[in-house]
């Protein structure tokens, strides 16, 4: 696709329930990222992975949260027994290049998720 | 961790005025991007530049990395400009490209 795409776009979850958020990147694009955006507030870091491997995790909050991106394309993040305190935007982001690279890291439209 | 500052955290403009928006950070960046959120929540790229300067039809951006800031350039604004505006930089060495983020300027722009 052109772009990278996410679903769903809006999910609405009851206290407890267990969520997934999937993200398509850009076709080729070896760098995937997970940001988390609280309203009101610019985009956290969560976790990263350079093709199937999550080299980076060290912004997932709590070990409710989980990716995962096992043919290095698309990628998983899951979320279990949700709280009141996970509702955010849920954004991914691509890039070209592995680990080392500076490029430009281009965003889906987010997941907007809201937690009952 | 490094610190992104944003100035001014609300901006609000008559259509056809001119604007700058300010990015200060602590350290030493391998990458600054700015990004235009809109209105449905979209983030979207328009500079990535962590020394120099750019032009992009009536935005431009300046990166003085010895000075630690940006500025993003916005002239004649329309109200389709309107929105939040992110800095974000980028200092690890050789690790994850991870993006820090700046709080955002919001622009509002009216007709």
């Known amino acids: 696709g052109a772009g990278v795409s996410q679903s769903p776009r809006y999910k609405v979850a009851k206290r407890g329930q267990d969520v997934a958020l999937r993200c398509d990147p850009i076709?080729?694009?070896?760098?995937l990222f997970w940001y988390q955006q609280a309203l009101g507030q610019g985009p956290e870091f969560l976790t990263y992975f350079q093709n199937e491997a999550q080299l980076d995790k060290s912004g997932l909050p709590s070990d409710r949260f989980f990716a995962e991106r096992p043919e290095g394309s698309v990628s998983t993040l899951k979320i279990q027994r949700t709280q009141q305190e996970d509702s955010a935007v849920y954004l991914c982001?691509?890039?070209?290049?592995?680990?080392?690279?500076?490029?430009?890291?281009?965003f889906g439209p987010g997941t907007r998720l809201l937690v009952l | 961790g490094i610190q992104v500052e944003q100035s001014p955290p609300d901006l609000i403009l008559q259509e056809g005025a001119n604007s700058t928006l300010r990015c200060n950070f602590s350290?030493?960046?391998?990458?600054l991007q700015w990004f235009h959120q809109n209105p449905w929540g979209q983030l979207i790229n328009l500079f990535y530049i962590p020394s120099g300067t750019k032009q992009n039809g009536r935005l431009s951006a300046t990166t003085v990395a010895t000075e630690r800031y940006s500025l993003l350039y916005i002239s004649s604004s329309q109200t389709t400009d309107s929105g939040v505006y992110f800095c974000?930089?980028?200092?690890?060495?050789?690790?994850?490209?991870?993006?820090?983020f700046g709080q955002g300027t919001r622009l509002t722009i009216n007709p």
């Open positions: 350290d030493s960046v391998n990458n």
């Open positions: 982001a691509s890039s070209l290049g592995g680990r080392g690279r500076r490029e430009t890291q281009y």
């Open positions: 974000a930089v980028d200092t690890q060495e050789g690790g994850a490209q991870k993006l820090v």
């Open positions: 076709s080729g694009h070896v760098s």
